[in-house]
């Protein structure tokens, strides 16, 4: 695909500092300028190629670019929305790489002037860490990308992100804003809520004996909590509901634990096991 | 340490395998009888080295053997210690790997003859692969061993049980067997049982959009089935105190999700990640 001219990441974190990274390796981006809040940051992103030029102003940092990447918390994308939109180039299209999309998707839409386009992405990529230390090149290759255009979005600004993010390497899907946070409840926000509880019912005394199951299955409770805030409180009924899935599965487990019934039980985990190494398996 | 002089492995799955392998290596046995109820697990088990003698009868089995391992599911201590009973030797010493021991101490120290000893054991190691294509020589380096003696262990017994799952690397702790269970219940047990109903809170559409992050958090629920009826069996009221504080901590994230309360959720989520932080750097 033709590169783009100039690309402005707001947020060189990891997903930002990677995007930069694969983004020059891939010959995406002519020219890429790092938007940040911490001149530190900003220095890393420098020194490590995943920006040509930084500056610590939003609404300086995307004049001229053709592709603005909001890659910073959720919360935070509305703020620098409102700074940017007046210096946003004419056909500019700006994107975001939020773990939200509906609200994401509205705002965006919302505060992007005519003749400039909003997509909301969600690349299904990244760890618990967090920061441009962990920045990586081939964090995006092979992991799902979800796009969630609206009757708003322009057909060619949509198959611009489309070839960008498949040239990173990203299997691309697109869903409804609505109905991809419905989904991401299931597979992602609830497991962070359900491994920060884990994380709490441990007291002191267990500590020394957790295991490579434990600190699996409360992997991503070590993720960024602003991040996550911001996650659950764009999402909060999508994740109430995969809450009340979750419990109800797990009241059946308990239930049949509490009555000793080892058939039952031996059902439930067999049922549970089949579906996950199907799950696994087709990816 | 002295070696054992024949050691007899009931069980040459992924534990027992690699316990035949491991003590091998480390010239803690001189000669391994592997039991088991499979001819094509005791071939491998004979082929990879895993153990040097193997028969399908656990009484044959445990004949003329100092240290006698019980290494299948929890469930099947019972039936195989009584099968095999009267055909310890003088002086023999049984112990088990199995993940629950209030029950499981209880019934060896019955079934095991005087002038035998029974000594409760819980190597933290492992995964959810099962089997003796899993084995691995090095699986119990570097990880945490639980003993768990009575008042009716022999010293002696103890102090050769310890020396040896310490040659082969693990670091060896001492807790009652009422005590293990509580605590294992926190960490071992509550994340299988919530991992399992993570799994069955996905539905279909949402299975082509799970991430690394849902594969780790719910990788133990890949494990066995039938092992782990048999560990919440035996558990099943340390089990029930684990979920009710697990629900607790739920409780209070979804209702600061469902109030909207970024605060409170953010709280919440920075408490979970300092506690695993700090659990997970002084391992």
Same mark, same amino acid.
């Given at each position: 695909m033709t590169p783009w001219n100039q690309v402005t990441i707001i947020g060189t974190g990891l997903i930002g500092g990677s995007l930069g990274l694969a983004m020059k390796r891939a010959g995406l981006a002519r020219r890429v300028v790092g938007v940040g809040h911490r001149p530190s940051t900003l220095d890393q992103a420098l020194a490590s190629g995943a920006a040509d030029e930084t500056t610590l102003d939003a609404a300086e940092g995307v004049r001229g670019s053709d592709l603005v990447v !909001?890659?910073?918390?959720?919360? &935070?994308f509305e703020p620098l929305l409102r700074q940017a939109a007046d210096s946003l180039a004419d056909g500019a299209v700006v994107i975001d790489v939020g773990s939200t999309k509906a609200q994401v998707v509205r705002t965006g839409e919302a505060l992007v002037p005519a003749g400039r386009a909003f997509v909301g992405c969600h690349p299904i990529a990244g760890s618990e860490k967090r920061g441009i230390?962990? %920045?990586? %090149?081939? &964090?995006?290759?092979?992991a799902v990308c979800i796009l969630t255009p609206t009757d708003a979005t322009p057909a060619d600004a949509l198959a611009r992100v489309t070839d960008t993010w498949a040239a990173l390497g990203m299997r691309v899907v697109r869903l409804s804003p609505a109905e991809h946070d419905h989904l991401l409840a299931e597979v992602s926000h609830l497991p962070h809520v359900v491994a920060a509880a884990l994380v709490q019912a441990v007291r002191p005394d267990a500590e020394? !004996? *957790?295991g490579s199951g434990w600190r699996d299955t409360t992997? *991503? %409770?070590?993720?960024d909590p602003g991040l996550w805030r911001d996650i659950l409180l764009t999402n909060s009924g999508d994740v109430a509901a995969a809450l009340a899935r979750f419990r109800e599965a797990l009241e059946a487990l308990q239930d049949a634990v509490a009555r000793g019934d080892g058939d039952r039980i031996q059902h439930l985990l067999a049922d549970a096991k089949a579906r996950r190494d199907r799950i696994v398996g087709e990816q």
């Open positions: !909001l890659a910073t918390a959720v919360g &935070l230390d962990y %920045a990586d %090149a081939g &964090l995006f290759d092979g020394p !004996l *957790v992997r *991503v %409770a070590g993720g």
